[in-house]
């Protein structure tokens, strides 16, 4: 349970800790001066540092300059949210809106960063909850920002200082912005000041000229810079330390606690060595392993079946690693387990050497297709050629794979996804993009078009590539590729 479960406009009291006065027939704490006078003396000051990673700040001034320059003489604020109610007065763990903590490096709940035209650019100003000290009655009563609740909380000081950036009391925010004409509004939406302030002249979030913000920062988004980089690589190598944990714990698995055993094992892991799993999960055995997106994992691990894992480690920077490889449970594939996996790793081949720097977006698709066509049509299990399957007017083939094989990656696993067409499907690859390539083939249990020695049959080989100057790096080229060096490395971890 994190410090930013219980907020203090919930009165119902559960099982765990609330603020004082559950009960309305005891006296009000904040009303009885002995109390209060008692509260404010004796307590010494915790370590305030923020929580800044390094390189945070000085990466954030740079993108808040390559925003400003993409809307001279514009007003813009983009908030960082706040966590979501799990149920009743419980929430999920917080986490910043990704295109917020582009801009700040900032991680604090409600948090709104203001950008107002200035000469040469913007000036840039964060708002912020101010935390609650000894002497201060939310001390004790605020359960989202008393430090006797949250712990150790930094100032708005300490924020400007570890940020390189003006930070203000979040009450001020309102006053802070155009009381006419229109604000670009970004960041998570539902701010209440962001959505109906000003007397309604503002648009919100939902407004055309705000959708264009999002727009052209996931754009901006999609070319990492160094420290950007820098940051997947280590979630990435993360990862791979992540496999081997979870491969270790597989006889276990087989034995008692199933695909959630190695879930959690996974995310345990991700918690430890960065910020948490960067998406739910997915471990799936005996007949799961085909559905895309096998979250539950509430599963038996089978000993004679495929085990697909697809997971990813996000760094306490919030740069994700997406990462997938099919193993056998036993620790050695089947004839038609291998003869699966060979297929889906050759089409992952083809699709590594498509990617490059002024190279269509769309070419590590067609080329993993083509080679998951004529394998699957060597099998006998399309109904036509190969180039009717593959036209437009076929894709017959894409029963077996109806999913996409690959999109960009950064501080959300699927990248810059409110990007225009042309800027992304319908573009060229960059130096400096990061993607991922992730072809498969799912072999539904249920699926009679298959003989039954392939049905209950998924793979799918994922990997993370860094667009170079001349080429691409795989980042996660130290797990391997094929059947036989993943039976080694299963011995050898």
Request: glycine content about 12%; proline content about 8%.
């Amino acid at each position: 349970m994190t410090d930013t479960a219980h907020r203090h406009d919930h009165a119902a009291a559960t099982s765990m800790p609330q603020p004082a006065e559950p009960d309305p027939r005891l006296p009000r704490l904040a009303e009885i001066p002995a109390f209060l006078e008692y509260m404010a003396t004796g307590w010494g000051t915790p370590d305030r540092t923020p929580n800044v990673e390094p390189g945070a700040a000085a990466a954030a001034a740079s993108h808040r300059a390559r925003l400003s320059a993409e809307f001279p003489g514009r007003v813009i604020a983009v908030s960082a949210g706040r966590a979501p109610v799990r149920s009743n007065d419980t929430a999920y763990d917080f986490r910043p809106d990704s295109d917020f903590f582009w801009l700040t490096g900032c991680p604090v709940e409600d948090g709104v960063l203001v950008l107002t035209p200035a000469p040469g650019g913007h000036d840039a100003t964060l708002y912020l909850p101010p935390p609650a000290y000894p002497g201060e009655v939310g001390f004790f009563r605020d359960a989202a920002h008393g430090e006797l609740w949250v712990g150790s909380a930094p100032s708005l000081d300490d924020w400007a200082g570890a940020l390189d950036l003006a930070v203000q009391p979040l009450g001020r925010l309102e006053g802070a912005l155009p009381a006419t004409g229109e604000l670009l509004v970004g960041g998570a939406p539902g701010h209440p000041v962001l959505s109906a302030g000003g007397g309604g002249a503002r648009p919100g979030a939902a407004s055309p000229a705000s959708r264009e913000l999002g727009r052209v920062l996931a754009e901006l988004r999609m070319i990492k810079d160094a420290w950007e980089i820098l940051e997947l690589r280590r979630a990435v190598d993360a990862t791979v330390e992540g496999f081997a944990d979870v491969i270790r714990e597989v006889p276990t698995a087989i034995e008692r606690g199933g695909e959630r055993w190695l879930q959690g094992t996974f995310d345990r892991y991700a918690r430890t060595a960065g910020n948490g799993p960067g998406y739910a999960t997915i471990v799936g055995s005996a007949g799961h392993a085909p559905t895309l997106h096998w979250v539950r994992c509430d599963g038996p691990v089978v000993p004679d079946e495929l085990l697909l894992l697809d997971m990813g480690v996000e760094t306490r920077s919030y740069y994700t690693a997406d990462v997938t490889r099919t193993f056998p449970a036993s620790g050695t594939f089947s004839a038609e387990q291998r003869a699966v996996h060979d297929l889906v790793e050759r089409s992952h081949r083809a699709g590594l050497a498509a990617v490059g720097p002024g190279r269509a977006f769309t070419d590590f698709h067609h080329a993993a297709m083509e080679v998951i066509a004529n394998g699957l049509h060597d099998w006998g299990l399309l109904p036509v050629s190969v180039d009717e399957a593959l036209s437009d007017r076929g894709q017959q083939h894409r029963r077996y794979l109806v999913c996409g094989i690959g999109h960009h990656l950064g501080l959300d696993v699927h990248d810059c996804a409110r990007s225009s067409y042309e800027a992304y499907q319908g573009a060229t690859m960059r130096e400096g993009m990061v993607l991922t390539v992730e072809p498969g083939l799912y072999f539904h249990a249920f699926d009679e078009t298959l003989p039954p020695e392939l049905r209950g049959i998924g793979v799918r080989i994922e990997d993370d590539i860094l667009i170079t100057s001349s080429g691409s790096e795989v980042l996660s080229d130290a797990l391997p590729l094929d059947a036989g060096g993943l039976e080694e490395w299963m011995r050898t971890r």
